[in-house]
């Protein structure tokens, strides 16, 4: 009996400990302790996240999913064939498929980088309007959540540029577009940027149109010509895992609300 009290009583003073030092570093968490780890939301504004992760972590099965098929689309912003690829094969399979998958995408493409002092010039092929296209969408990435919604709103929309502040401000109003801007025009735009150029130009083989899609880090012809033609059936074939229901056309799950 002496010793569960002396648990009980430790517990509380790592509690205690806990309260104290979470409400110095973090004063916007109005839940009480017992609901910090409830949900990620939370955990975060209660500056708990590693601690729930740990508590979590005793409880995580011991095998570990398979890896995730990796897709990655080497991309311009305003070329036809990339859109469509991004539009009606990447994003709609992403959406039935991500908790199998993981997208990158890298626009620039066949864009020319030049070095100018400390920053870098961009030259894209469909010209200006795609360098800032890519730019946006980059800025978009290192910004939102929902980048890959926004951008596929931007890409399908009849005008690529003129939809994004649209597309931002649907998908994710709590990013400023000011905040896209700033990047857009100022240095972290153009050193993000210049990542891009450098994933692009270590391709293995080298790119030699776009769109270019890699699968798993790796492609050939063969890996082109499948994910052009149904990237949908590729993710599934290729993921090691038990297949998602998605997967089987649906013959494992039976809807339980019909309309
Ligand atoms: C996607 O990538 C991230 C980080 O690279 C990784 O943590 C996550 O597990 C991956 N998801 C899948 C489905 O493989
Ligand atoms: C945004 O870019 C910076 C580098 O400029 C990087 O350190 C940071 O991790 C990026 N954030 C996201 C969310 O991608």
Redesign the pocket.
């Given at each position: 009996m002496v010793i569960v009290k002396m648990q009980h009583l430790v517990l509380l003073v790592f509690v205690a400990l806990w309260t104290v030092e979470t409400s110095l570093s973090t004063p916007l968490c109005t839940y009480p302790p017992s609901q910090w780890c409830s949900s990620p939301e939370v955990a975060a504004q209660c500056g708990v996240e590693k601690q729930c992760l740990e508590f979590s972590g005793l409880h995580k099965p011991h095998t570990a999913?398979a890896?995730?098929?990796?897709v990655a689309l080497y991309y311009e912003s305003l070329c036809g064939g990339c859109r469509e690829f991004l539009v009606l094969e990447l994003f709609p399979t992403w959406l039935m498929l991500?908790?199998?998958?993981?997208v990158t995408l890298v626009p620039f493409g066949n864009a020319l980088e030049k070095k100018n002092g400390s920053k870098y010039t961009f030259e894209c092929q469909h010209g200006e309007d795609e360098c800032k296209g890519n730019m946006i969408e980059t800025c978009i990435m290192n910004s939102s959540k929902y980048a890959f919604f926004i951008i596929f709103c931007m890409e399908s929309s009849s005008d690529v540029l003129g939809s994004a502040e649209t597309c931002l401000k649907l998908y994710d109003p709590d990013v400023k577009w000011d905040t896209i801007m700033s990047c857009v025009n100022g240095d972290e735009g153009n050193k993000l940027m210049h990542l891009n150029a450098q994933m692009t130009q270590a391709l293995q083989p080298p790119h030699e149109y776009v769109p270019w899609v890699t699968v798993n880090g790796k492609h050939t012809d063969d890996i082109q010509d499948k994910a052009m033609a149904s990237l949908f059936n590729m993710v599934c074939s290729l993921y090691m895992g038990d297949k998602p229901p998605a997967c089987s056309g649906g013959k494992k799950s039976k809807p339980k609300n019909y309309c």
């Open positions: 999913p890896p995730g098929v990796e991500a908790e199998i998958m993981n």
